[in-house]
């Protein structure tokens, strides 16, 4: 009988964190989520718990730009869970919409703790336990990882970049290794992360924006349905799971005024 895989997901308690956490239940997997704060974590627990169908589920707080959370963190799911096979740097921030060179200093210390060191902070956590379970480690990509350059996302952009060589850097250093590293590319999707700027990009430039998303976006729960079985099957090491491919972008382009795909209020 096949052991159960033991996941843990930063930034689980909502957006395409809680949508993984709930997918991997119904793959009969345990799951430790984490989160800013207890409160939100506990609701977390407690909601996927109901729909977990009696799998493993719990949950931790902490702050992913602080190395001594991630190593706490990273203790008590291993030994929530007696283990770790999947560990996946989820946990994120968007930037306040603008250009980087007249963003404040504590904006940009803010989105760089979070997306680009709390990955390196939870890629140092995770790993004695993924060596001893010969598990994954995933970085979760974004815009900017391919230098795509959007006005007004710089800093975010300049973050996810940073990731894009962090995880190939880390994978190839593990090459010999027991753990393997790997890549989630999720799209774009209607979550508080990019709804949060709207109404700061004034009237004409949401309906754009808007739009765009009712082209290219999707609910996460899709992605999740999509991402989380492909992720339980990885095998190699500097593995690249990619949701929204060019082919993908290109059919929703061409038949967008033929589906007319409704995602976002515009």
């Known amino acids: 009988m096949q052991r159960q895989k033991r996941i843990v997901i930063l930034g689980g308690t909502r957006g395409l964190g809680r949508a993984m ?12 989520i984490t989160g800013r704060s207890d409160e939100s974590v506990k609701a977390a627990v407690s909601d ?11 949950g931790g707080a902490g702050d992913v730009a602080k190395s001594a959370d991630m190593d706490r963190l990273a203790a008590e799911a291993t030994a929530f869970l007696g283990g770790i096979d999947h560990w996946i740097n989820n946990a994120g921030v968007n930037q306040e919409r603008g250009r980087l060179i007249d963003l404040e200093a504590s904006e940009m210390e803010r989105v760089i703790s979070i997306d680009l060191l709390g990955p390196m902070y939870g890629a140092r956590a995770a790993k004695p336990a993924l060596a001893a379970s010969g598990g994954f480690l995933w970085f979760m990509e974004g815009h900017g990882s391919d230098g795509r350059l959007i006005d007004g996302l710089s800093l975010y952009g300049t973050s996810k970049r940073g990731v894009a060589y962090l995880w190939r850097a880390i994978a190839k250093e593990a090459a010999g290794e027991s753990f393997k590293v790997g890549a989630l590319s999720p799209g774009i999707m209607v979550t508080d992360f990019i709804l949060q700027n709207r109404g700061k990009e004034g009237e004409e430039g949401w309906k754009r924006s808007a739009k765009l998303f009712n082209i290219l976006a999707d609910r996460p729960e899709s992605v999740a349905a999509w991402l989380v079985p492909r992720i339980l099957d990885a095998r190699r090491n500097g593995t690249r799971i990619v949701w929204l491919g060019t082919g993908k972008v290109l ?6 005024g033929i589906l007319r795909r409704k995602v976002i209020d515009e």
Not at 21 to 32: I, P, T
Not at 251 to 256: D, E, N, S, V
């Open 251 to 256: 059919f929703r382009f061409l038949t967008a």
């Open 48 to 58: 996927l718990s109901a729909h977990g169908n009696g799998h493993k589920i719990g």
């Open 21 to 32: 956490a709930a997918e991997f239940l119904m793959h009969g997997a345990g799951v430790f």
